[in-house]
DNA sequence: GAATATCCTATTAAGTCTATAGGGTATTAG
DNA sequence: CTAATACCCTATAGACTTAATAGGATATTC
């Protein structure tokens, strides 16, 4: 199941790439844009922002703002840092791996097998798509 | 995050498909090769069994044993009994639909997008292999 | 220097997951 | 027949995670 961290955090970016100026926003006009609590966002752009995907700018006029081009923001870090790890097992993961304690050997593990298949599998969507690949036209009449 | 359920619930198909007789396993006996909690695991078999996976032998020499090969019980099947829809949100699910509620449509919904291709993704693993492409060889010295 | 808007920590409420407990029921062996 | 075996079923408790809220500190602009 995706967070409504994550599910949040999607939205307020995708608002941002909408946008035709990449001027800061104000958190409540995303809040109240997307239906999100503004406090529970205010947390979640924080945490874009500390790992390099928003810039912010305190003060009167001031906001949230893309640091880099949507084309240029990839699925795969976004989603590390909404959602975590992108593998469901940490002895699949290639950034967060772990060893099970509960399983002896990984190369006869079955569970490692299929988790590994699902994490390329994932893997390969978010890699090759960006926030601008997920931007979605609005029907103009 | 694969819950401990699903774990659990792979490892034990996996243990009584690797078996050359599809006799009774006792619940104990899956338990402790696995390294899982008898009470737990119990549960876990008795939901594999109500939807068509195991089947059950009540009594002494009692157990559980696999109804179908291995080569016939699909990954979409297993698990979507142990973990739920593969669907990340209900709004791109094939078997457990539902509308997000903060959502005003879908069709512009850019987390829609990108979890639509996420499930594709996860399908095309799950859809494509069963129970016995999972098995692992343990090495023979 | 007052208004604005982000920054940051702590806390709570709700929900889910994992595991356990305890007894019921059907089957088999002898 | 009967006693042992092993699955069947429900309820519940504890741990953990998530979602949301609260309250104030800090920096910037006009």
């Known amino acids: 199941m995706l967070s ?3 599910k949040y955090g999607l939205k307020a970016l995708t608002y941002l ?3 035709s100026e990449n001027c800061p926003v104000q958190i409540s006009e995303i809040a109240k844009h997307e239906n999100i ?3 529970f966002l205010e947390s979640i752009l924080l945490s874009l922002r500390k790992t390099g995907i928003l ?3 305190k003060g009167k006029g001031g906001g949230y703002y893309l640091i880099k081009k949507p084309a240029d923001i990839l699925m795969t870090d976004v989603m590390r840092i909404l959602e975590g790890p992108i593998a469901m097992v940490p002895c699949v993961s290639l950034n967060f791996y772990e060893k099970c304690d509960d399983c002896p050997d990984e190369a006869t593990c079955s569970v490692n ?3 590994l298949m699902v994490r390329d ?5 978010y890699r090759s798509h960006t926030l601008a690949d997920i931007l979605v036209q609005s029907k103009e009449a």
């Open 55 to 57: 810039g912010s700018k």
């Open 121 to 125: 599998a994932n893997l390969g969507v």
């Open 37 to 39: 609590s503004q406090k």
């Open 17 to 19: 790439a909408s946008r």
């Open 113 to 115: 097998k299929l988790m």
């Open 4 to 6: 409504k961290k994550t």
